[in-house]
């Protein structure tokens, strides 16, 4: 039976199905917004079309991609990943996962149906490729240069400690030799750019030697990228999006019960639980946020675990966020944008001991806001031409 769209039901964006139109000039410059494909999409109007986009991902991400342009009439930038590396681990024989059931099956066959379904590129259906494991790593370049197509984007789902000090060096001449784009999701459980101190300058330095790479599924290290030379990025809606965990593995979680949203915290550049939100502001006025979700309320109301609650705190998040990549975009690439991003990292950090202070836990309490590695880092590299 075939999953071929019929044609009267093909989504709008009928350009995206030509294979020679190719992906980096559709995605430069954007960072997108990574749905979960459980959910029936709908637009979000904090997603400015100039600067953004979608990244439906889950099991189901074509058969919502789909919906999304042919129901909902989404005409926007949209890529389709069904997250095969959550499941599949990639090998050196067999380094993409495809369809078990199709005689004929292929990498060009995933490829031509995410097209199909009206994706603006291909993303490689790639394997989770284990720490150190050379010969897959090297297996995924080899299998990746065959590929004939101008649409393609080549996922590479690496352990984050391919960015240690010890392995960053082969991780950079592999990606070299891959002449299609590159997409780089990291697993770790948590932030993956907590792993080491050394993992944001590595990141960093991967994307000014090699051309053309994205960082997908991730937090706002995707605008620490943009600013560093990543020709595309893209944030989880949720906390289970901004990251991936190695296949086998449970995700963990700090507690057991409800699960409530993660909101993202304008002032301080950071995530943080509604839980830990209600207990900080429980005796004094919260931190309020002026974006066109919140319109002066406080941050500490998304305690709940409605549906409802969390569409609000993820409107919240994505209006945020796509304030400062439109902002960003009004910068040019190189050493001026850099220095707005650190200048504006490094005022988030200043902004922490006042906020304990204002809450009255002190300038730096074990007990209060903590700034996060990753965002200590970008706010004190240097900035490099």
Not at 137 to 147: S, T
């Amino acid at each position: 039976m075939s999953n071929t769209p019929s044609p009267r039901r093909r989504p709008p964006a009928l350009k995206t199905l030509d294979h020679t139109v190719a992906a980096v000039p559709l995605l430069q410059g954007r960072v997108l917004l990574h749905e979960n494909a459980v959910n029936l999409p709908r637009p979000r109007h904090a997603l400015d079309d100039d600067f953004s986009g979608v990244v439906m991902t889950g099991a189901k991400a074509d058969e919502r991609a789909f919906h999304l342009r042919s129901t909902v009439g989404y005409e926007g930038t949209l890529l389709i990943d069904s997250a095969p590396y959550t499941t599949y681990v990639a090998t050196a024989a067999e380094p993409f996962m495809v369809p078990t059931d199709e005689l004929f099956a292929s990498v060009d066959t995933s490829l031509a149906f995410q097209k199909a379904r009206g994706a603006s590129a291909a993303l490689t259906p790639t394997g989770y490729i284990p720490p150190a494991d050379s010969k897959t790593l090297k297996a995924v370049i080899r299998e990746a240069n065959k590929i004939e197509r101008a649409d393609t984007v080549v996922t590479l789902p690496i352990d984050v400690t391919w960015l240690n000090r010890e392995n960053i060096g082969q991780l950079i001449a592999v990606c070299m030799k891959v002449r299609h784009p590159k997409a780089l999701v990291l697993f770790r459980q948590f932030d993956p750019l907590e792993q080491t101190k050394d993992i944001p300058a590595n990141l960093r330095r991967l994307l000014a030697e090699v051309e053309h790479v994205a960082l997908l599924r991730t937090d706002l290290a995707a605008l620490d990228a943009i600013a560093h030379g990543a020709f595309c990025a893209g944030i989880g809606v949720q906390s289970s999006l901004r990251h991936a965990i190695p296949p086998g593995e449970k995700a963990q979680v700090n507690k057991a019960g409800p699960t409530y949203p993660n909101v993202l915290m304008p002032e301080l550049m950071c995530f943080k639980g509604a839980e830990s939100l209600a207990r900080l502001y429980g005796n004094v006025d919260p931190a309020i946020c002026s974006c066109e979700e919140c319109d002066g309320r406080g941050l500490d109301r998304f305690l709940l675990p409605d549906g409802e609650t969390r569409r609000e705190a993820d409107n919240h998040t994505v209006l945020t966020w796509s304030d400062w990549a439109t902002e960003m975009a009004g910068h040019q690439p190189g050493t001026p944008r850099k220095s707005w991003w650190r200048d504006k990292c490094a005022a988030a950090i200043d902004r922490y001991a006042l906020e304990n202070q204002r809450i009255g836990l002190g300038a730096s309490p074990k007990s209060g806001f903590q700034a996060p590695s990753p965002l200590k880092a970008w706010a004190t590299l240097p900035v490099t031409p």
